[in-house]
């Protein structure tokens, strides 16, 4: 199917930034594919932060919107999330995830495909 890889987590300090990409691959992958970012902290559910559909669309969740960006770069088959602001509530481990077929991007069940995931901690 399609493997996803995460890269760019770590430890800033609030009102820092990070850039996470999630370099897609595999012989399913293709340029039709919704992907985005779920993020979950020790003791809560898996939330939605950030979507992008095949044709560029982008959705975002309340709390993320205004600070961070998801884009993508159908040349590289990566993915990336653009973190602004960062807040100690931002702190989770933040995973990629991709389906053919997406309708609610929210619900995490939609996706096919999801990466091993990347550690974003923010200090205050």
């Known amino acids: 199917q399609v493997q996803l890889a995460e890269f760019g987590g770590g430890s800033v300090q609030a009102g820092g930034s990070l850039k996470l990409s999630c370099i897609a691959s595999?012989?399913?992958?293709?340029?039709?594919?919704?992907m985005g970012w779920f993020r979950q902290a020790p003791g809560q559910k898996r939330e939605g932060v950030a979507f992008?559909?095949?044709?560029?669309?982008?959705t975002y969740a309340e709390n993320v919107r205004g600070r961070f960006t998801i884009s993508k770069d159908n040349t590289k088959n990566t993915l990336y999330l653009q973190m602004n602001s960062l807040k100690p509530e931002d702190t989770a481990m933040y995973y990629c995830a991709a389906g053919r077929y997406v309708a609610d991007a929210f619900l995490d069940r939609e996706y096919s495909d999801w990466g091993q995931g990347t550690q974003v901690t923010v200090s205050s």
């Open positions: 992008i559909d095949s044709d560029g669309r982008s």
């Open positions: 595999g012989r399913s992958y293709n340029k039709y594919y919704s």
